[in-house]
């Protein structure tokens, strides 16, 4: 029996002991894909993601026996002097320039992963390089997706392991496949040098067993023999291990770990001069932006396809993180070096020495991470930081040059999406689970707070929540924000020759088959359909027609109710409607005269809620409104209140999801901000900026891409370019709390107070007593429960997050004739307040005259990126803005929302 199987029967012999039921899932079936984008968030309430159960944590792997060789194949981009010489008779460029390249495609097996790397003396921005990868199956390829490449991730830059550092991208499975290729190109720099495709075979173990985690010490290996390389390297004076020896006795318990042997390490391909040893000040949460439906079994290898990636394509002397998490809650070690170590990684650039990293395996901008997961986080976190005395409550931990919490994500260290939004919104929770596992720090008599750090989700998408009283009749509300609204980066669907054209424009469906096809007009007159492909693509001109003469084309719909959709124009200063017919064509109607000094027609659709389709007019100043009649007329044109100066391009489309038509309006500065439809002929405040076209032309909104909200189109240079909605909002519906806060003179989003995993809401009531009402992560609330009295002389109550560093919620608020106090959470309510020694943090950035203002709110960042952000109200319109907070400072304000006004409390 081998050593790992003894142990294997001891602790199930321990576990039964205990009485604990351990139920281990079932491997499900399937294979790593990219195709994962359409996964939905894991819905904890149902315990469902995507339709599919959330893995249970397992307690055993299939493991390989042995050692495990992995393979890399380098396949070569641009060459090493710069430029495409020497890659004669293996070149693999398709179509290459200096900014950009194509591979051709190359064969790959199951479970393989790719990547791309460069030579280390070119230092590109994550916004210069863009790269992408696509797969092969029988005779289909699959659509263009990214490659995730941030500079951010590596060796600290003056290391030694750095020296021999690549940059690149994150790997990326492919699964089961025949093909692959990639695409890699620059916005205005050259191709760097020697840039290079690398396909990752994480090679087949000879034979694999089920096994426990390793059981073991710092180290000792997993046939039980103890090797010294883990302490050649620690520091002389040993002051390490006293370090270690003395808060052996404040430590909590270690969580099985499966050993790298066990994920099949090949220990021969690592450069074994290179470990180092630092401090440990905190750690950092990251995920490897894989698939996330790969089976159990085959955990061992997407490990292994990491490693030899980190070592044979980036240069790193061993994988980058100290210890890696999968699917089903199973931790594994990372970095080799002990465990129980300092060890020293390559995970999140210019930390590396003072902190430890755990990887989710998986992709958690697109997926919510299960909940055995967030506890495995926990209990690593309690564990390793306990070792270093470090509570991971701690909300004030210096860490190389900057101050942290103890638990961080990676994007709190650099401009990086790492881990991912989903995962990043749970820190608190894996904050939870870490402190219910750590020593209680002891209560002072007076204590230093940290900053304020809200927490106010309700709901269940991952980003912050008004709670509000409805003024007519007390009702709680929730009213959900998405993450504003903004749009994603260029995709190029057009490569050449879209400089040559008059005028371009999208259109709904002309060709009869229900997707959104693209109109021409060249300098000649001839006018072209291209029917379009349905995934932001356009085939070939399917129909011509002469045009001369005619200017401002648009697009707008169905205007005669014969359930075909028309074309309007300008023609000799005359309002020209093209009328499709059943045959493919246009009849032509000159109506209306007096349009010589409009700028732009637009298509919005049905702006006023009558079913018909309308017109908009634009000149330098004004808009107009033309309603339609739905038989190919329209009403005399009649102003839309607003101002309109300083803009230069509108957009119709519905592209925040509400049935209604908007508009997004470009000012001279590029800036593109959203007006929001009312259905009325009229338009809400200007939300944004959304984002920044300044180089765009022609630009028109259609659904193209996916998604509730339509999406922009236009040329930028010589290139068709779709710039995808992200979906994302300002202020949502309403949701019906289901209880009552009439009698309450203070509303707070509290957070988790009651440490379920869900955000709840305390009030008070006009008696000085103090509510809560726990959440259950749906935006409902439970109904209430009184926590105590004698808070009425309380002024300014405000709840602030975790500030004393227990991992609870606290509030803050000043008692009559007494000075600032902190009321510490204690899981089901609020302890006795302590005075706060030297305040707190004034906002910074803020107007120091908030007098304006009937709210002044802090909540957690809007975006799910960087600092905190306050939203305030305007007590005389009733409308809502953000200030977004940065490192230094808050930005300028940007509209939330208006019509505000019919609530009088809010948290």
């Known amino acids: 029996m081998r050593p790992l199987q003894a142990r294997l029967v001891t602790l199930c012999q321990q576990v039964l002991a205990l009485g604990v039921v351990l139920v281990v899932l079932t491997p499900a079936s399937g294979v790593v894909s990219l195709d994962i984008v359409g996964e939905r968030p894991v819905d904890r309430s149902s315990g469902t993601a995507g339709g599919q159960s959330v893995p249970a944590e397992l307690v055993s792997a299939t493991v390989p026996t042995s050692a495990v060789e992995p393979t890399v194949t380098e396949v070569p981009l641009t060459g090493s002097s710069g430029g495409f010489a020497g890659l004669r008779g293996r070149t693999v460029a398709g179509g290459a320039t200096a900014a950009r390249v194509v591979s051709t495609p190359q064969a790959v097996t199951d479970l393989s992963a790719v990547g791309v790397t460069w030579d280390g003396g070119a230092q590109l921005e994550d916004d210069q390089i863009s790269l992408r990868v696509r797969t092969r199956t029988g005779e289909e390829w699959s659509a263009w997706q990214d490659l995730e490449y941030h500079d951010e991730h590596g060796p600290d830059p003056d290391s030694a392991e750095a020296a021999s550092a690549r940059p690149g991208t994150e790997p990326t499975f492919v699964g089961d496949v025949d093909d692959v290729q990639v695409q890699a190109t620059t916005d205005g720099v050259a191709l760097p040098d020697d840039l290079s495709l690398a396909i990752v075979d994480p090679g087949q173990a000879r034979a694999s067993e089920t096994e426990a985690p390793a059981d073991r010490s710092s180290g000792e290996d997993t046939d039980g023999s103890y090797d010294a390389e883990y302490d050649a390297d620690a520091g002389a004076d040993g002051s390490d291990d006293l370090v270690l020896q003395a808060a052996r006795a404040r430590t909590v318990a270690q969580p099985t770990i499966f050993s790298r042997a066990q994920w099949g390490a090949d220990e021969s391909i690592r450069n074994k001069g290179s470990l180092r040893y630092g401090t440990i000040s905190g750690g950092f949460v990251h995920h490897t932006v894989n698939a996330n439906n790969y089976t159990e079994a085959q955990v061992p290898a997407l490990i292994r396809s990491i490693y030899a990636y980190h070592v044979k394509s980036r240069g790193w002397s061993d994988i980058g993180y100290n210890f890696l998490v999968d699917r089903f809650g199973r931790i594994w070690e990372g970095r080799y070096g002990g465990i129980d170590k300092p060890v020293v990684g390559a995970h999140t650039l210019n930390y590396n020495d003072y902190s430890f990293a755990m990887s989710a395996i998986g992709n958690f901008d697109v997926v919510q991470p299960p909940d055995v997961m967030l506890r495995a986080y926990g209990q690593l976190f309690a564990w390793k930081l306990s070792l270093h005395g470090v509570n991971p409550a701690s909300t004030n931990q210096r860490i190389g040059r900057g101050t942290f919490p103890a638990i961080n994500g990676h994007r709190d260290a650099g401009s990086t999406a790492c881990p991912g939004r989903y995962l990043y919104a749970q820190l608190p929770l894996i904050r939870t689970y870490a402190t219910q596992a750590a ?237 929001p439809g009312r259905g009325d002929g009229t338009y809400g405040a200007a939300l944004g900026p959304a984002t920044n076209l300044k180089s765009m032309r022609w630009i028109t909104g259609v659904n193209l891409v996916g998604g509730p909200g339509a999406d922009l189109i236009g040329a930028a240079g010589k290139q068709l370019v779709v710039v995808a909605n992200r979906d994302t909002f300002e202020l949502g519906a309403p949701i019906d709390t289901g209880v009552s806060f009439a009698g309450m003179d203070r509303i707070l989003n509290a957070g988790d107070v009651t440490q379920d995993g869900f955000g709840d809401v305390v009030t008070r009531d006009g008696s000085g007593r103090l509510w809560l009402f726990a959440g259950n992560g749906t935006g409902a609330l439970a109904a209430g429960r009184v926590l105590g009295s004698g808070w009425g002389p309380v002024e300014g109550l405000t709840a602030v997050g975790d500030v004393t560093g227990d991992g609870k919620p606290d509030l803050v608020g000043t008692p009559a004739g007494g000075r600032l106090t902190v009321w510490t959470g204690t899981g089901s309510g609020f302890g006795a307040g302590v005075p706060v020694k030297g305040g707190l943090p004034r906002p910074a950035g803020l107007p120091s005259d908030l007098s304006a203002f009937d709210w002044v709110l802090g909540v957690q960042a809007m975006t799910l990126k960087g600092p905190g952000d306050y939203i305030v109200r305007d007590r005389a319109s009733g409308v809502a803005y953000v200030y977004g907070g940065r490192k230094a400072g808050v930005s300028s304000p940007r509209v939330l929302g208006e019509g505000l006004g019919a609530f009088d409390l809010a948290g």
């Open 439 to 675: 020593p209680v720090t002891p209560t002072v008599q007076a204590v230093a707070v940290s900053a304020p750090n809200p927490q106010n989700n309700l709901d269940a998408s991952p980003y912050p929540d008004l709670v509000v009283r409805r003024a007519s009749d007390g009702r709680g509300l929730v009213l959900p924000t998405g993450g504003l609204t903004s749009f994603q980066e260029r995709i190029v669907v057009g490569k050449r020759g879209w400089d040559k054209p008059a005028e371009v424009l999208v259109s709904p469906d002309l060709t009869g088959d229900q997707l959104a096809d693209l109109v021409t007009l060249d300098r000649s007159g001839v006018a072209r359909i291209r029917a379009g492909k349905g995934n932001g693509k356009f085939g070939k001109t399917t129909r011509k027609m002469s045009l001369r003469r005619y200017s401002l084309i648009t697009a707008v719909g169905d205007i005669d109710g014969d359930g075909r959709n028309d074309l309007v124009a300008r023609f000799k200063g005359r309002l020209t409607t093209l009328t499709a017919t059943g045959r493919g064509g246009f009849d032509r109607d000159v109506t209306r005269k007096g349009y010589g000094n409009y700028r732009q027609i637009i298509g919005p659709g049905d702006v006023n809620g009558d079913g018909r389709a309308d017109l908009l007019l634009r000149t330098k100043n004004r808009l107009f409104l033309q309603t339609g009649y739905g038989t190919g007329r329209f009403a005399p044109p009649v102003r839309v209140a607003g101002s309109w100066s300083g803009v230069n391009r509108m957009v119709a489309g519905d592209f925040n999801g509400d049935g209604r038509s908007d508009i997004v309006a470009r000012s001279s500065s590029g800036k593109m901000m959203l007006l």
